[in-house]
């Protein structure tokens, strides 16, 4: 086969990824990500937008100090504050990158920037002289490329490769692009900007008309050298251009791209269910690469056809997307080392004391239900590990109940370690009346606002997972419980986005929206 051109992968789930609402980040959970991403073996991480807030800037140095063997990158708007900042956060990086940006379209330059075009091209050119003065690789992206004029766009990206962007990235902002156009724009590119050579061209698609990831593969056809996207196409809106999907589009059809990317993709699902996980923003059964469903085949003409062979319905092999293919159930009587083999097979690297805590909370369930799966060590970690510091962990509940009476309820904490209690007869239903019990003991007053129940796995003593967010503040706040007992998996997540206000947010600027 002929040589592949390397594709770059750029993830920005912890900066546009996180713009998602309701999946703002701590700084633990940042660094757990990141810590995925450079195993997944993306080549830019961008770690945040350094001004936007304290807690930004913390998140984006913590990631600069520790991660280490990728570009870690920082976004920052046109001016000398916001480019100082980010190499502030950025300057203990192994190999940094100041990502500085500017609204080019007719729409953005008349009712956002009132500037004219020359002046958002000297504004332009200023900016990225003063990242280069502190920085080598600087990226520069003329916002809502997709509906800037073609010659307008030329002479932007001309004039910032000649003040030393290392990267031009093309962002479609607005999700308004078409594959063609795409094509059409990066091509125009190509053939009319002089310097273009000294440069890697990127591109960075918006979903909202769902074209994020074809508009994204668009571009690479015409010689993108750089892909712009996020885990589980998370972002702002509709979401960017899912990195498993363009990652794997790029792998599976290489006959047509001739591109390969660095991307570990075994390392696909461990990492969409991590970012699941922390964000609380749940995959979409039918989700292409990492769904659930990604890989079963309900009908039995496919079942027949893949039994005979594989390939009869099957594009992707599921392991090599970190699906492993198991009917190993797990129970009561399954050894550390059977735990330990199945939870390395999923994903999750665990430290002996990990392992342990593991073990006991897997002894722990395997008392309660007969058959362990997958999901449920996987809910088991992922509870476990993915956990915010807890000020409130839930002890137990007693409960009387009756259709169409008012329940009684008993709710036990450890409120930093001390044990509280709390009784009411209030709600209208068991969850109401735990729900209410939590807000009397906890002092802290929520509006629910979204509350789900699914089965982690299958059977009838299969665990409950319950999500909830919780609004406090103008804030969503998210929360998981997972356990045999839908009440007690309840209570579990209230707690979880109760400790997640009590931690406390931190105010921030929104690039958008600046
Ligand atoms: O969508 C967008 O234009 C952005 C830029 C900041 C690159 O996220
Ligand atoms: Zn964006």
């Given at each position: 086969?002929?040589?592949?051109?390397?594709?770059?992968?750029?993830?920005?789930?912890?900066?546009?990824?996180?713009?998602?609402?309701g999946?703002s980040m701590n700084l633990t959970e940042k660094l757990e990500?990141?810590?995925?991403?450079?195993?997944?073996?993306?080549?830019?991480?961008?770690?945040?937008?350094?001004?936007?807030?304290p807690g930004?800037?913390e998140s984006?140095?913590?990631?600069?100090?520790?991660?280490?063997?990728?570009?870690?990158?920082?976004?920052?708007?046109?001016?000398?504050?916001?480019?100082?900042?980010?190499?502030?956060?950025?300057?203990?990086?192994?190999?940094?990158?100041?990502?500085?940006?500017?609204?080019?379209?007719?729409?953005?330059?008349?009712?956002?920037?009132?500037?004219?075009?020359?002046?958002?091209?000297?504004?332009?050119?200023?900016?990225?002289?003063?990242?280069?003065?502190?920085?080598?690789?600087?990226?520069?992206?003329?916002?809502?490329?997709?509906?800037?004029?073609?010659?307008?766009?030329?002479?932007?990206?001309?004039?910032?490769?000649?003040?030393?962007?290392?990267?031009?990235?093309?962002?479609?902002?607005?999700?308004?692009?078409?594959?063609?156009?795409?094509?059409?724009?990066?091509?125009?590119?190509?053939?009319?900007?002089?310097?273009?050579?000294?440069?890697?061209?990127?591109?960075?698609?918006?979903?909202?008309?769902?074209?994020?990831?074809?508009?994204?593969?668009?571009?690479?056809?015409?010689?993108?050298?750089?892909?712009?996207?996020?885990?589980?196409?998370?972002?702002?809106?509709?979401?960017?251009?899912?990195?498993?999907?363009?990652?794997?589009?790029?792998?599976?059809?290489?006959?047509?791209?001739?591109?390969?990317?660095?991307?570990?993709?075994?390392?696909?699902?461990?990492?969409?269910?991590?970012?699941?996980t922390i964000t609380g923003?749940?995959?979409?059964?039918?989700?292409?690469?990492?769904?659930?469903?990604?890989?079963?085949?309900?009908?039995?003409?496919?079942?027949?056809?893949?039994?005979?062979?594989?390939?009869?319905?099957?594009?992707?092999?599921?392991?090599?997307?970190?699906?492993?293919?198991?009917?190993?159930?797990?129970?009561?009587?399954?050894?550390?080392?059977?735990?330990?083999?199945?939870?390395?097979?999923?994903?999750?690297?665990?430290?002996?004391?990990q392992?342990?805590t593991?073990?006991?909370r897997?002894?722990?369930?395997?008392?309660?239900?007969?058959?362990?799966?997958?999901?449920?060590?996987?809910?088991?970690?992922e509870t476990q590990f993915a956990a915010l510091p807890e000020q409130f962990s839930f002890a137990g509940y007693?409960?009387?109940?009756?259709?169409?009476?008012?329940?009684?309820v008993e709710l036990r904490v450890l409120h930093d370690g001390v044990a509280e209690a709390v009784t009411i007869?209030?709600?209208?239903?068991?969850v109401?009346g735990i729900f209410l019990a939590i807000e009397k003991l906890t002092g802290i007053v929520t509006t629910c606002r979204?509350f789900?129940?699914?089965?982690?796995?299958?059977?009838?003593?299969?665990?409950?997972?319950v999500t909830v967010e919780l609004e406090h503040g103008g804030e969503l706040h998210r929360g998981r419980g997972v356990s045999?007992?839908?009440l007690e998996a309840s209570a579990k997540a209230f707690l979880a986005a109760v400790n997640r206000i009590a931690l406390g947010p931190s105010p921030?600027?929104?690039?958008?929206?600046?």
């Open positions: 086969m002929s040589q592949l051109r390397p594709v770059r992968i750029f993830d920005t789930t912890l900066r546009d990824g996180e713009q998602s609402p999946a990500i990141a810590q995925a991403l450079v195993q997944l073996g993306v080549d830019i991480i961008e770690a945040g937008f350094p001004i936007a807030s930004d800037f984006v140095a913590a990631i600069a100090r520790e991660v280490r063997g990728t570009t870690v990158c920082g976004l920052a708007r046109c001016n000398d504050g916001d480019i100082d900042r980010a190499w502030e956060a950025l300057r203990a990086a192994d190999q940094p990158r100041i990502h500085v940006f500017l609204a080019t379209s007719a729409i953005h330059r008349e009712f956002k920037l009132r500037m004219t075009e020359d002046e958002v091209v000297a504004r332009a050119v200023a900016g990225v002289r003063r990242a280069r003065g502190l920085c080598a690789d600087v990226e520069f992206s003329p916002e809502d490329a997709a509906r800037t004029e073609i010659d307008f766009l030329c002479r932007v990206v001309e004039a910032v490769i000649d003040a030393g962007a290392t990267t031009v990235n093309i962002p479609d902002t607005v999700g308004y692009a078409t594959p063609t156009q795409m094509h059409g724009v990066i091509a125009a590119l190509r053939a009319r900007v002089p310097n273009i050579d000294r440069a890697v061209i990127s591109v960075h698609c918006h979903d909202d008309l769902g074209l994020a990831v074809a508009n994204s593969l668009a571009a690479v056809e015409a010689g993108a050298g750089q892909v712009e996207c996020t885990i589980n196409g998370i972002g702002e809106r509709a979401g960017n251009c899912s990195l498993e999907e363009v990652v794997m589009a790029l792998r599976t059809r290489c006959d047509t791209y001739g591109c390969a990317t660095g991307i570990n993709t075994r390392r696909l699902v461990p990492t969409s269910r991590l970012v699941a923003i749940r995959v979409p059964r039918n989700k292409a690469i990492v769904g659930r469903n990604a890989f079963a085949h309900e009908a039995g003409i496919h079942q027949d056809g893949m039994l005979k062979e594989r390939r009869t319905y099957e594009i992707m092999r599921p392991e090599d997307v970190g699906l492993e293919k198991t009917d190993l159930v797990l129970g009561k009587h399954s050894g550390r080392a059977a735990l330990a083999d199945r939870a390395r097979s999923l994903g999750y690297q665990l430290s002996p004391e392992l342990q593991l073990f006991d897997f002894k722990a369930l395997a008392d309660r239900k007969k058959e362990i799966y997958d999901g449920d060590i996987a809910a088991l970690c007693t409960l009387s109940c009756a259709s169409g009476a008012i329940p009684t007869t209030a709600g209208d239903g068991p109401d979204d789900r129940v699914q089965a982690v796995t299958v059977g009838k003593d299969a665990q409950a997972e045999t007992d839908s921030r600027i929104h690039p958008q929206r600046v």
